[in-house]
């Protein structure tokens, strides 16, 4: 059973950082795209950060370029997102989400996680 569990969201003031990390098991997600959707209240939910679990290659939105890093750990099955100079308006549940034979920019999604809140104050 594929599991994916998130951890790291929390309360933080406008200009800090974050680090949410996303433990992966129960299966080999090396033909897996791997990534960071969030979703903000009255709002669609929108894909942050993705990587090709086989290759590295990475994906992010427009919104959080240069302030979002996303990394994986093989060893580990662990997916990261260390998040700099957050907004309010990065307010939102952030899932992780796996889905096959994607490419970085994910837009077939076969497991997400339960999310964290993440959210920043101004």
């Known amino acids: 059973q594929v599991q994916l569990v998130e951890s790291g969201g929390g309360f933080v003031q406008a200009g800090g950082s974050l680090r949410l990390s996303c433990a992966a098991s129960?299966?080999?997600?090396?033909?897996?795209?791997m990534g960071w959707f969030r979703q903000a209240p009255g709002k669609e939910r929108e894909l942050v950060a993705g990587?090709?679990?086989?290759?590295?290659?990475?994906y992010y939105a427009d919104s959080v370029k240069g302030r979002f890093t996303i990394s994986r750990d093989n060893a580990k099955n662990t997916l990261n997102l260390q998040m700099n100079s957050l907004k309010p308006e990065d307010t939102a549940v952030y899932y992780c989400?796996?889905?096959?034979?994607?490419?970085?920019?994910?837009?077939?999604?076969?497991?997400w996680g339960q999310g964290t809140q993440v959210t920043v104050s101004s």
């Open positions: 990587i090709l679990w086989s290759s590295g290659r990475t």
């Open positions: 989400a796996a889905g096959r034979y994607q490419t970085a920019r994910i837009d077939n999604v076969n497991y």
């Open positions: 129960g299966r080999t997600f090396s033909s897996y795209a």
